[in-house]
């Protein structure tokens, strides 16, 4: 997991947000976790993962969804029809996330990183020069 002071963090938290895309960042202040930063995904209407996580909401877009499901005649759930039914989608979909192979390219840069040649970086700061090209 990255990590990276408030200080950094501040400096540009845009980039931060960029690289929470990625992985977890965990921010630091005086060397201990305070926080980490990770990725929010929408899977569909309602629905958002956060890491490992699902969270339902309350948009108004998932209760019209809801409503039209209700007119329709359509099947009601119980919670704990909806946590096994997801439960085995996650399953399912881990599996086939398993089964997805590198393409040469991906092969390539992980092969680079082993062998230690990928530039290392200070800071958010320096990394940030590095990729506009301003060094």
């Known amino acids: 997991m990255k990590t990276v002071?408030?200080?950094e963090a501040r400096l540009d938290f845009a980039a931060l947000l960029e690289k929470a895309r990625m992985r977890p960042v965990c921010v630091t202040r005086?060397?201990?976790?305070v926080a980490v930063i990770r990725a929010v995904t929408f899977?569909?209407?309602?629905?958002?993962r956060v890491g490992e996580e699902t969270f339902f909401t309350c948009s108004?877009?998932?209760?019209?969804?809801i409503e039209r499901a209700r007119k329709a005649g359509g099947r009601t759930y119980s919670i704990g029809e909806v946590r096994k039914l997801l439960e085995k989608r996650e399953a399912k979909e881990a599996k086939e996330a398993r089964k997805m192979k590198p393409n040469a390219l991906t092969i390539k840069a992980v092969k680079e990183a082993r062998s230690g040649r990928l530039p290392s970086f200070d800071g958010?700061?320096?990394?940030?020069r590095d990729l506009n090209?301003?060094?």
């Open 133 to 135: 090209g301003l060094d």
């Open 5 to 7: 002071s408030i200080t």
């Open 60 to 65: 108004e877009e998932l209760w019209k969804e």
């Open 124 to 128: 958010i700061e320096s990394l940030m």
């Open 43 to 48: 899977q569909k209407a309602g629905v958002m």
């Open 30 to 33: 005086r060397g201990k976790p």
